[in-house]
């Protein structure tokens, strides 16, 4: 397929490049910096754009099959997160000019303020209040896409990413905030940045999750 790749620079997108490059992709990675992407391939193309100007967007959408987005945006204590909606409106309006309506991005477990009550006591009263900011704006992200019926959307919710190997083994996955065990409890807490970015190319290849959110984890 031919996909556009938003965050392509960041530690998941450069996974995420990586991958669908070796699955025979042709990948277009829109980028902020260009030269933060180092990789070199016959069927990679580095473009520069403002991710939240449509306009910039517009002539590197055309002609791909899917936008895919490993957008992430520092917290923000004072002033609140709006770069994932932000950026979401932006690339929803390109891609409606240029008749791309595939898109599949990344947010997080936990997003909605009320998902972490089952969580263990180091989560939910030091690390989710710390990145609530970036949450809450995940958050309405997903619901903005919640309200779009004129595009395919998938939005998948990963927990903590690490830097791990990518693996082949099995995902695990929820429409929720978080994968549960049978007792309502999270499976885990962390997955491979190779496996987030596994999973959303999978997810490229078929239907399951259209105009769906999903929490994933790795067994």
């Not at 496996?195 to 399951?208: E, H």
């Amino acid at each position: 397929m031919k996909i556009a790749v938003l965050g392509a620079t960041g530690q998941t997108g450069q996974q995420l490049v990586n991958q669908a490059l070796q699955q025979g992709h042709c990948v277009t990675a829109v980028v902020r910096t260009p030269g933060k992407l180092t990789l070199t391939h016959e069927n990679l193309k580095v473009v520069e754009a403002d991710i939240f100007s449509e306009d910039c967007l517009k002539p590197h959408f055309k002609g791909q099959d899917a936008v895919l987005s490993c957008l992430g945006f520092p917290i923000s204590f004072f002033y609140g997160v709006t770069g994932y909606t932000q950026s979401m409106k932006a690339a929803l309006n390109a891609m409606r000019e240029v008749k791309v309506n595939r898109i599949i991005t990344m947010t997080s477990w936990y997003t909605d303020p009320d998902s972490g009550s089952n969580s263990s006591f180091l989560i939910r009263f030091m690390l989710l209040p710390m990145i609530r900011s970036v949450l809450n704006n995940m958050y309405e992200m997903e619901n903005f896409l919640k309200q779009t019926d004129d595009i395919n959307w998938t939005v998948v919710r990963p927990p903590g990413l690490k830097n791990m190997p990518t693996t082949a083994n099995e995902f695990l996955t929820h429409e929720g905030y978080y994968v549960p065990d049978e007792n309502g409890l999270p499976v885990g807490q962390s997955v491979s940045r190779g496996d987030a970015a596994r999973f959303m190319l999978s997810v490229l290849s078929n239907n399951a999750w259209m105009k769906k959110a999903v929490a994933i984890i790795t067994k």
